[in-house]
């Protein structure tokens, strides 16, 4: 690394043109974004609306057998949406037009297997066309998700569904104006109603639709509109469901391994540096924990501590970030939703509200043909169309900050010009403290946008080094900020005897309650682990006594402890390391079934005494790279042991890529004892495994 520093001889003059209109500019190197790829990332945040027939039957995959009668939202109000979506600082919603049970959410002219066979505005209704028209209102882009696997329509599987499928897309892309993106889901293939067929029916994804005739036909009516997902897209997924990027993210992939099977999706969340196409990555998540509205989650919203993780690791890690908003059975995004929303609002406008770079005095190792246009003034200036550029084959760079007296920064942003590309590969951030240089991070990409956390500390200059690159880098933006202290939530946890356990960061307390009310430090002070074996709902708070913070609070729900509960008999393996699916702790599990012994495997457990049950949970293994995840299931209870009923079965949809705690609602019942039977499995293989089995009272 370069030691001497050249001077910057014009520092203050802000160009207001861009770099790229001089004559020594820097060349593109390697791929880079489109124009519309280009607007698309500079949205970062929108919405996603999950809302259709299987909010009324309480589904996450409808099986395409559902009526469409069952439709009908009592307070339907788009505007609704698009007021909260616009409050939280989204730029669009994305909405499910069509979900796999095939039920549209416009009066498609091609099935009638819609809403105008559903009572909502007596079937005269048009959800997509009212939609279009809130998003208008309000500022915001509208984009469609069609899903190419139809578990309804009786051609699936055959060549004639694709004209099905395409007529429906030139219907979506025709009739409500700009789409800024067409989302098309990975799920195709599978069993389904299929026209009263009910049966399996397996495509290949990669060549059953001929995605470059539908991306063809797309991009004749709306040259517009990105398209994301399967196929040639111009977006990839970021290849989990939790809204969360990997460290180092490149907006490059090898496509065309990808479209020949050659590419896992656990690729996805860093993108390959030596991609042939810039395939940039969005983070797609639900605020709750399913896709659609079930009202048992209605306090499962994710944490505000979560969803602050969520943004920094998805639009601070060189992605976009797609949030879930499912609408309610009224036709309402939740209030407890919108609640939390505005938490996040509030907490990531503090974090940013006072840039600390602005007027330090700035000085770089390298400035491109020592031309001033291409100083590091430019990372500073608050113009997206500037940028510090260094010569081509400087790989290697420094940009350091003074500031006038010393500051506290906890936050760093960077942005590479990516019109040119990405090129850096890896980074290092210091600050001089008492007259020496301490490094307080080392990163590896960049890309449009990368926001670190750091541990706040007080500083009398900042220094960025870029450490390697693929050519001469183009840095647009270097941002600090001095974000408030967050306090994060205590974790709870009860195991089956009843005891309760609470945790929180060092140097907080802890202040609980156990009547429901909102805790405050007036509160129980958390000094030692307790029993409490009743039903219960617990709410805590981490405080910090020095600065007088305190966390979100945390709500934990629990029944009547398991101390009494026990695995009386399982179809296959140990049946004393069984006992791990009772004990409390999602954190150990146990595994059942093999090729030997194949599914569907049995689990009997004695609750004790009987109770009231209206449902039951299923927490898959936490733990591990392959988590042998149930797919399908039957649930029986019984108050002896020897007469059963069947309370529940079906799939756990969509566990593959959301492998979170299932909740299945039924009847109220009496019983004693369940009987869990996994009957099939995620993939090809015998073997199942269970982290807890619950019931809801």
Same mark, same amino acid.
């Given at each position: 690394?370069?030691?001497?520093?050249?001077?910057?001889?014009?520092?203050?003059?802000?160009? $207001?043109?861009?770099?790229?209109?001089?004559?020594?500019?820097?060349?593109?190197?390697?791929?880079?974004?489109?124009?519309?790829?280009?607007?698309?990332?500079?949205?970062?945040?929108?919405?996603?609306?999950?809302?259709?027939?299987?909010?009324?039957?309480?589904?996450?995959?409808?099986?395409? /057998?559902?009526?469409?009668?069952?439709?009908?939202?009592?307070?339907?109000?788009?505007?609704?949406?698009?007021?909260?979506?616009?409050?939280?600082?989204?730029?669009?919603?994305?909405?499910?037009?069509?979900? +796999?049970?095939?039920?549209?959410?416009?009066?498609?002219? =091609?099935?009638?297997?819609?809403?105008?066979?559903?009572?909502?505005?007596?079937?005269?209704?048009?959800?997509?066309?009212?939609?279009?028209?809130?998003?208008?209102? =309000?500022?915001?882009?509208?984009?469609?998700?069609?899903?190419?696997?139809?578990?309804?329509?009786? !051609?699936?599987?055959?060549?004639?569904?694709?004209?099905?499928?395409?007529?429906?897309?030139?219907?979506?892309?025709?009739?409500?104006?700009?789409?800024?993106?067409?989302?098309?889901?990975?799920?195709?293939?599978?069993?389904?109603?299929?026209?009263?067929?009910?049966?399996?029916?397996?495509?290949?994804?990669?060549?059953?639709?001929?995605?470059?005739?539908?991306?063809?036909?797309?991009?004749?009516?709306?040259?517009?509109?990105?398209?994301?997902?399967?196929?040639?897209?111009?977006?990839?997924? &970021?290849?989990?469901?939790?809204? #969360? *990027?990997?460290?180092?993210?490149?907006?490059?992939?090898?496509?065309?391994?990808?479209?020949?099977?050659?590419? +896992?999706?656990?690729?996805?969340?860093?993108?390959?540096?030596?991609?042939?196409?810039?395939?940039?990555?969005?983070?797609?998540?639900?605020?709750?924990?399913?896709?659609?509205?079930?009202?048992?989650?209605?306090?499962?919203? #994710?944490?505000?501590?979560?969803?602050?993780?969520?943004?920094?690791?998805?639009?601070?890690?060189?992605?976009?970030?797609?949030?879930?908003?499912?609408? /309610?059975?009224?036709?309402?995004?939740?209030?407890? /939703?919108?609640?939390?929303?505005?938490?996040?609002?509030?907490?990531?406008?503090?974090?940013?509200?006072?840039?600390?770079?602005?007027?330090?005095?700035?000085?770089?190792?390298?400035?491109?043909?020592?031309?001033? $246009?291409?100083?590091? !003034?430019?990372?500073?200036?608050?113009?997206?169309?500037?940028?510090?550029?260094?010569?081509?084959?400087?790989?290697?760079?420094?940009?350091?900050?003074?500031?006038?007296?010393?500051?506290?920064? $906890?936050?760093?942003?960077?942005?590479?010009?990516?019109?040119?590309?990405?090129?850096?590969?890896?980074?290092?951030?210091?600050?001089?403290?008492?007259?020496?240089?301490?490094?307080?991070?080392?990163?590896?990409?960049?890309?449009?946008?990368?926001?670190?956390?750091?541990?706040?500390?007080?500083?009398?200059?900042?220094?960025?080094?870029?450490?390697?690159?693929?050519?001469?880098?183009?840095?647009?933006?270097?941002?600090?900020?001095?974000?408030?202290?967050?306090?994060?939530?205590?974790?709870?946890?009860?195991?089956?005897?009843?005891?309760?356990?609470?945790?929180?960061?060092?140097?907080?307390?802890?202040?609980?309650?156990?009547?429901?009310?909102?805790?405050?430090?007036?509160?129980?002070?958390?000094?030692?682990?307790?029993?409490?074996?009743?039903?219960?709902?617990?709410?805590?708070?981490?405080?910090?006594?020095?600065?007088?913070? $305190?966390?979100?609070?945390?709500? *934990?729900?629990?029944?009547?402890?398991?101390?009494?509960?026990?695995?009386?008999?399982?179809?296959?393996?140990?049946?004393?390391?069984?006992? #791990?699916?009772?004990?409390?702790?999602?954190?150990?599990?146990?595994?059942?079934?093999? /090729?030997?012994?194949?599914?569907?495997?049995?689990?009997?457990?004695?609750?004790?005494?009987?109770?009231? &049950?209206?449902?039951?949970?299923?927490?898959?293994?936490?733990?591990?790279?392959?988590?042998?995840? &149930?797919?399908?299931?039957?649930? =029986?209870?019984?108050?002896?042991?020897? =007469?059963?009923?069947?309370?529940?079965?079906?799939?756990?949809?969509?566990?593959?890529?959301?492998?979170?705690?299932?909740?299945?609602?039924? #009847?109220?019942?009496?019983?004693?004892?369940?009987?869990?039977?996994?009957?099939?499995?995620?993939?090809?293989?015998?073997?199942?495994?269970?982290?807890?089995?619950?019931?809801?009272?």
């Amino acid at each position: 690394m370069k030691k001497i520093f050249l001077s910057l001889c014009l520092f203050g003059i802000i160009s $207001n043109a861009s770099s790229q209109e001089f004559a020594n500019a820097p060349k593109p190197f390697g791929p880079v974004p489109t124009q519309k790829q280009m607007d698309w990332q500079e949205m970062e945040f929108y919405a996603f609306v999950h809302f259709s027939l299987n909010t009324f039957t309480n589904k996450e995959w409808g099986y395409g /057998d559902e009526s469409p009668e069952l439709f009908n939202p009592s307070q339907l109000d788009v505007r609704q949406w698009a007021r909260v979506v616009k409050e939280a600082g989204m730029k669009g919603i994305i909405l499910v037009a069509k979900h +796999h049970d095939g039920f549209c959410l416009w009066p498609s002219a =091609y099935t009638e297997r819609s809403v105008k066979n559903s009572p909502w505005e007596n079937g005269k209704g048009d959800l997509v066309k009212e939609l279009a028209a809130a998003c208008k209102e =309000y500022g915001l882009k509208l984009g469609l998700y069609l899903s190419p696997w139809d578990r309804n329509h009786p !051609q699936y599987g055959k060549p004639e569904y694709i004209t099905y499928f395409r007529n429906q897309l030139k219907e979506l892309l025709t009739n409500y104006g700009d789409v800024f993106e067409m989302w098309f889901d990975g799920a195709n293939g599978g069993d389904g109603y299929y026209g009263g067929a009910n049966e399996t029916r397996k495509i290949n994804s990669l060549t059953y639709y001929n995605w470059d005739e539908t991306y063809k036909l797309i991009y004749d009516i709306a040259p517009k509109t990105l398209v994301w997902g399967v196929g040639p897209s111009e977006a990839r997924w &970021i290849g989990n469901e939790e809204g #969360r *990027a990997g460290k180092t993210n490149w907006s490059l992939l090898r496509q065309k391994d990808e479209l020949a099977g050659k590419v +896992h999706y656990t690729e996805f969340m860093s993108g390959h540096e030596d991609g042939e196409k810039w395939v940039p990555g969005e983070a797609d998540v639900s605020i709750r924990p399913g896709w659609f509205y079930h009202s048992v989650e209605d306090d499962k919203v #994710r944490s505000l501590d979560e969803m602050v993780d969520i943004y920094y690791e998805s639009i601070g890690r060189n992605a976009t970030l797609l949030l879930n908003l499912p609408v /309610d059975k009224r036709g309402l995004v939740h209030e407890n /939703d919108e609640a939390r929303l505005k938490e996040l609002v509030a907490t990531i406008k503090a974090d940013f509200k006072t840039e600390l770079l602005a007027g330090t005095q700035v000085q770089a190792s390298n400035i491109r043909a020592n031309d001033s $246009n291409f100083g590091p !003034q430019n990372v500073s200036d608050g113009n997206k169309n500037t940028y510090w550029a260094t010569d081509d084959k400087v790989k290697e760079a420094t940009v350091e900050f003074t500031f006038k007296k010393p500051t506290t920064i $906890n936050r760093v942003l960077l942005q590479e010009y990516i019109k040119l590309g990405q090129r850096v590969k890896a980074f290092s951030i210091e600050v001089k403290v008492d007259g020496q240089w301490k490094t307080i991070a080392n990163e590896t990409t960049i890309g449009y946008k990368r926001i670190l956390r750091l541990d706040r500390i007080t500083a009398t200059a900042l220094r960025v080094n870029i450490l390697d690159a693929k050519a001469g880098f183009v840095i647009s933006a270097i941002e600090a900020y001095n974000a408030p202290t967050f306090v994060k939530q205590p974790e709870v946890s009860r195991d089956k005897n009843g005891l309760v356990t609470i945790k929180s960061e060092e140097g907080t307390s802890i202040y609980y309650t156990l009547d429901g009310k909102t805790p405050s430090e007036k509160s129980t002070l958390y000094k030692s682990p307790f029993v409490y074996n009743k039903e219960v709902e617990i709410k805590a708070i981490a405080r910090n006594s020095k600065e007088k913070i $305190n966390s979100a609070v945390k709500t *934990a729900k629990y029944g009547v402890s398991k101390e009494k509960w026990k695995v009386i008999s399982v179809s296959s393996g140990d049946n004393k390391l069984a006992e #791990r699916i009772i004990d409390g702790d999602a954190n150990t599990d146990w595994s059942f079934g093999n /090729d030997e012994n194949k599914l569907p495997q049995t689990v009997v457990i004695d609750m004790g005494e009987l109770i009231s &049950i209206k449902g039951f949970t299923y927490m898959p293994q936490q733990v591990g790279n392959n988590l042998n995840l &149930i797919s399908n299931y039957e649930l =029986y209870s019984s108050v002896d042991s020897f =007469y059963w009923d069947k309370e529940s079965e079906g799939e756990f949809s969509n566990i593959k890529h959301n492998p979170i705690e299932q909740t299945i609602s039924f #009847r109220a019942v009496k019983a004693r004892f369940l009987k869990f039977v996994a009957t099939a499995a995620v993939g090809k293989g015998q073997t199942v495994s269970i982290a807890e089995i619950g019931v809801v009272e």
